[in-house]
Nanobody, 119 residues
C-alpha cells in the first residue's frame, strides 16, 4: 500500500519560506512514471495544483506560482519537498502531497497538513 505523509511547520511568518516534506512508503519515487505532486486548499476554496516532480526528476510548476515555488527530492530518503518563498496570509491552506498516475488520476494522497501564515 502506497502511503504519503506531509511534514513541516504549522505556522510560518509572512515573507518567510515555507518548507514541506512528503515521505513516501510502499513505492519508490524514482520508479515508474508518476508525478509526485503538491496540492493545496485554502480555506473555503478549491484544490490548487502547485507543481510536481516526476520519477525521472523533471519538475513542473503552476504558472501562477512558478516564481515562488521550488520542488526537489531526496531519493535516499524517498522524499520530495516543497519550498514556497515570500509567503503571505493568502498562502494559508491545507497542503497535500499526492501521487498522480496520469490516466489513473491522483491515486494516493497524504492526509494533508495545515499551514497558517501569520505574524
Amino acid at each position: 500500500q502506497v502511503q504519503l505523509q506531509e511534514s513541516g511547520p504549522g505556522l510560518v511568518k509572512p515573507s518567510q519560506t515555507l518548507s514541506l516534506t512528503c515521505t513516501v512508503s510502499g513505492d519508490s519515487i524514482t520508479t515508474n512514471y508518476y508525478y509526485w505532486t503538491w496540492i493545496r486548499q485554502p480555506p473555503g476554496k478549491g484544490l490548487e495544483w502547485m507543481g510536481a516532480i516526476t520519477s525521472s526528476g523533471d519538475v513542473y510548476y503552476s504558472p501562477f506560482l512558478k516564481s515562488v515555488t521550488s520542488i526537489s527530492r531526496d531519493t535516499s530518503k524517498n522524499q520530495f519537498t516543497l519550498q514556497l518563498s515570500s509567503v503571505t496570509p493568502e498562502d494559508t491552506a491545507v497542503y497535500y502531497c499526492a501521487r498522480d498516475g496520469g490516466n489513473a488520476g491522483f491515486e494516493f494522497w497524504g492526509q494533508g497538513t495545515q499551514v497558517t501564515v501569520s505574524s
